[in-house]
């Protein structure tokens, strides 16, 4: 009776509903083709399940002797087991072949399935080839003993160099407690948050997607929050006015470049042939009729590479009529029916790029004189408030789309990030706005005279804030930070938009393929409210742990 009064009424009642569920999808093949699409359940994946368990019990428990060893209120023997079961699972990994199927399914999903000749082409889910799969094995025979030695070395140093009570640790244990925390902190990172696990991947996206995107958001609205404690003074007004107006000399010096002669040579019977690298301006005049003498209608098109081929395409009567051309490169037996000037696309978007800093960096320059405050502080404001007035919707599809399009454009397609980090970053630039106003709640509530106290004792900005402020505030506002990371996992389900497979991408490719009416939707459902229930239940857990309801 004690425990069902310690969960929360709604809880109970899920509980209460779990025999159900569990009844629903064990006896519906509906449900369970659901749950496993929905999951990302591959193929034959079940074997790729010792592996990865077997991987992430050495990493956790490495991990785990000098975390437990620090911890206040544990037991001295926890470190030992600890060990003894990390030095076990690094052998298991060595003597049996638990490992590999999980190893080779991450390297296989790890490359391009296009270009690399790792894998078999044409096979779904991914296989390596022979060659592929014995190189792995060799390259598994010596990194799997070297990760036991390392471990062996760690612990060693870490557990034969045990301090006295009261005494500090010495170099040798912290040398052992960095080297297992380093070896095993990387292994679960890599296992968790960047291996591919077949047998959850929808899942696996969906988790990741909300740690990565909560965890970056967090550091943004820190940085919001860090901003607008920056002081004003008449040096950094005047260092700002000094870089806006140096932004409006190098966007003058773009846009005043001398321009390209263009002329449309030929005639409107057909389409009109655009050479690549044309002004966009003076394609869009031409394709509608943006100068003189055009028709009203709208004009066809037709890219080719440069003007021989636009030329030859005329001569050949390829349904070309006319092309736009650099004035250099126009016959004189063509008649000219439009001739004009502009500034290469480069230039002029390279120099309203800077017009636009130069004239956001001018306001909030002069918002900040007005009002005596920093300028950064004025942006970060800025940013936090429109950052709260746009729909979530909108700022995944702005900065998956176009915003990442121009990015790949400006740099010639050396950036041009995928859809899952399009979709972390979308989240988390939206939701630091509203992490960065749970900070500043948190901050504004620790009490003047602590900072006081900080000051009389010599501590600067920097330390105050490190070492007063920061501890308490985080204490604070720890419950409202666990809201944040239910609904951000929650709207992780708007990164299917941008057709990453997580659950709900996957959830709707199942209905499409099954056309089954409620079963996939009632299957995503239920997965979400668990996933959220153990995110609630990790947040009362922390809240629990630093008494926050009891301060």
Known sequence: MSFLRSVRPSNLIILTALPFI??????????????KAILGVENGSSAFVPGFLLMLLAFATGFAVPTVASAKGRKKQWPMVAAAVNVLAALAMIWTALVHPFVASVLANGVDPFKSELIVKGITPRQLTETAD???RGM?????????LLSLVGIVLFLAARPAVGEEPGPLRRAGGWVLGIANGAGLVFVLFFAHIAFASGVATTVRAAIAAYLLAALLGLAWVGLLQLRASTRTTSYFAGVTVLLVLVAGWFLLQPKDAYVLAGTL???IGIVTNTPASLVSAVRFGQYEGAPEAETPVRTFVGPKEALASIA????????LLPATAAPADLPVLWKTEALNDRDRATGITFVVFAIILGLLTFGGFLHHRHPLAVGSELVVDTIRGIPMLVIVLYVGLPLSGALKDATQGV?????????I???ALAYSAYLAEIFRSGINAVPVGQIEAAKSIGLNRWQTARLVILPQALRIVIPPLGNELIAILKDTSLLSILSIRDITQRMREFQSASFLPFAPYNSA?????FLTLAAASLVNMVERRYDVKHR
């Open 525 to 529: 459902a239920i997965f979400y409210i």
């Open 425 to 427: 970053v979308a989240m």
């Open 415 to 423: 950036l041009d990030p995928p859809n899952i980090l399009r979709g």
């Open 22 to 35: 569990v009844y629903l999808f064990a006896s519906s093949g509906a449900y369970q083709r659901s749950l």
């Open 316 to 323: 050949k009567n390829e349904g070309v009529s006319g092309a």
């Open 140 to 148: 598994e025979s010596w990194l799997f003993p070297a990760y036991l």
């Open 134 to 136: 014995m190189m792995l």
């Open 269 to 271: 019977d057909g389409k």
